[in-house]
């Protein structure tokens, strides 16, 4: 996929920009504050439906106006794809290529981006739930019905968790009301457990092919699922029987927790360099390598399932690395898009393609 225009109007501190990239390295620079994050976080948006920086759309109207819009245009293969999302009040529109659509689910993996920004690093020094948003956030970019049944699992969650809390407060709840939630994230546990694995262990190869170039053969990254099955079951039904087992007969330790103590909203994933505990052991610049390999490795899945390399979105995060992790990242461009921001265009050791000046929300294509 290749990005080849982003336009934006009172969106954060761009008043109105019309933004063209190329294949290969897009560089952003300029100093902070100046609107080089927010373009990257407006095409994010059409990847993820959401920003990774705010809680609300509201936030992202720039002050003294009443809505922003914001629209890209790329290729997917030999197809041009256009997407539209604007926010006026509590009225918002979205588009897929000229059309209307009602639901941003709709919109979600239509392009496909791989970021990588400076909180990323919680991947590795955070805990389990900065995990598990990175896992659900990098299957739903290639299985759309992942992101569905991770949201009705959700939804039979609360809903168990309401009536383990009533029946612990002493209010009364049928037993078949209880059996039948757990049922029904039994069920869509069975569902995210085998995605999960799967995943897991395709990004396992590919990070740690990556982290062995990055050490030139020193260092091997493994990733292993930690989840409160076993791990290694294949077939639906066995997964769905081993869920549903886990939560009746642990149905009087939730009463008295008045919550669900189990299931893949407590899963994790284990990081280990030559089989020690990343988190642990592991160095500044091994914890830097370690969430870029897992970020490279993410892209590489994306091109096996998908056929093409998403976009990549790397913010403010190559000025972290030192000069042999920029090579080693810049060098594996051909045939990819990459849209870096930094402060300094030096920092990209001359490997750019299409360089833009960013200043006051302004980008202006730099000749250098």
Same mark, same amino acid.
């Given at each position: 996929?290749?990005?080849?225009?982003?336009?934006?109007?009172?969106?954060?501190?761009? +008043?109105?920009?019309?933004?063209?990239?190329?294949?290969? =390295? @897009?560089?952003?620079?300029?100093?902070?504050?100046?609107?080089?994050? @927010?373009? =990257?976080?407006?095409?994010?948006?059409?990847?993820?439906?959401?920003?990774?920086?705010?809680?609300?759309?509201?936030?992202?109207?720039?002050?003294?106006?009443?809505?922003?819009?914001?629209?890209?245009?790329?290729?997917?293969?030999?197809?041009?794809?256009? %997407?539209?999302?604007?926010?006026?009040?509590? +009225?918002?529109?979205?588009?897929?290529?000229?059309?209307?659509?009602?639901?941003?689910? +709709?919109?979600?993996?239509?392009?496909?981006?791989?970021?990588?920004?400076?909180?990323?690093?919680?991947?590795?020094?955070?805990?389990?739930?900065?995990?598990?948003?990175?896992l659900n956030?990098?299957?739903?970019?290639? @299985?759309?019905?992942?992101?569905?049944?991770?949201?009705?699992?959700?939804?039979? %969650?609360?809903?168990?968790n309401?009536?383990?809390?009533?029946?612990?407060?002493?209010?009364?709840?049928?037993?078949?009301?209880?059996?039948?939630?757990?049922?029904?994230?039994?069920?869509?546990?069975?569902?995210?457990?085998?995605?999960?694995?799967?995943?897991?262990?395709?990004?396992?190869?590919?990070?740690?092919?990556?982290?062995?170039?990055?050490?030139?053969?020193?260092?091997?990254?493994?990733?292993?699922h930690?989840?409160?099955?076993? =791990?290694?079951?294949?077939?639906?039904?066995?997964?769905?029987?081993?869920?549903?087992?886990?939560?009746t007969?642990? %149905?009087?330790?939730?009463?008295?927790?008045?919550?669900?103590?189990?299931?893949?909203?407590?899963?994790?994933?284990?990081?280990?360099i @030559?089989?020690?505990?990343?988190?642990?052991?592991?160095?500044?610049?091994?914890?830097?390598?370690?969430?870029?390999?897992?970020?490279?490795?993410?892209?590489?899945?994306?091109?096996?399932?998908?056929?093409?390399?998403?976009?990549?979105?790397?913010?403010?995060v190559?000025?972290?690395?030192?000069?042999?992790?920029?090579?080693?990242?810049?060098?594996?461009?051909?045939?990819?898009?990459?849209?870096?921001?930094?402060?300094?265009?030096?920092?990209?050791?001359?490997?750019?393609?299409?360089?833009?000046?960013?200043?006051?929300?302004?980008?202006?294509?730099?000749?250098?």
């Amino acid at each position: 996929m290749i990005i080849r225009r982003f336009r934006a109007s009172n969106f954060r501190n761009i +008043e109105s920009c019309d933004i063209e990239f190329t294949e290969g =390295v @897009n560089l952003l620079y300029g100093r902070n504050a100046q609107g080089k994050t @927010n373009a =990257v976080e407006g095409i994010y948006i059409f990847s993820r439906g959401k920003s990774f920086r705010a809680r609300e759309d509201s936030e992202l109207v720039k002050f003294g106006t009443e809505g922003f819009r914001i629209s890209v245009e790329y290729d997917e293969g030999i197809h041009h794809r256009t %997407l539209e999302y604007a926010l006026f009040g509590k +009225e918002r529109l979205r588009k897929k290529n000229g059309y209307k659509i009602s639901k941003v689910t +709709e919109m979600i993996g239509s392009l496909k981006c791989v970021l990588f920004y400076p909180d990323d690093l919680k991947i590795v020094k955070g805990g389990p739930e900065e995990r598990r948003g990175f896992l659900n956030v990098a299957v739903s970019l290639i @299985n759309g019905t992942y992101l569905k049944m991770y949201s009705d699992y959700k939804k039979a %969650l609360e809903n168990r968790n309401c009536a383990l809390k009533f029946i612990s407060k002493g209010f009364p709840v049928t037993k078949d009301e209880l059996w039948s939630w757990s049922e029904s994230m039994a069920e869509y546990a069975s569902y995210i457990y085998l995605e999960r694995e799967k995943y897991i262990e395709n990004l396992s190869k590919y990070a740690g092919e990556v982290m062995l170039d990055i050490s030139e053969g020193e260092e091997n990254l493994s990733l292993i699922h930690e989840c409160d099955i076993e =791990v290694g079951i294949r077939e639906r039904d066995d997964v769905r029987r081993a869920y549903l087992k886990l939560f009746t007969e642990n %149905l009087d330790r939730e009463i008295s927790a008045g919550v669900s103590l189990y299931g893949p909203h407590r899963d994790d994933i284990k990081i280990k360099i @030559n089989d020690k505990d990343l988190p642990i052991f592991a160095s500044q610049g091994q914890q830097r390598s370690a969430v870029l390999s897992l970020k490279l490795a993410e892209g590489e899945l994306i091109k096996d399932i998908c056929g093409e390399y998403p976009v990549y979105l790397f913010d403010d995060v190559l000025s972290e690395l030192d000069d042999k992790r920029k090579r080693y990242v810049l060098s594996g461009a051909e045939g990819k898009q990459f849209i870096i921001t930094s402060c300094e265009a030096e920092d990209l050791l001359g490997y750019t393609d299409n360089e833009i000046d960013v200043s006051g929300g302004k980008y202006v294509s730099a000749h250098r």
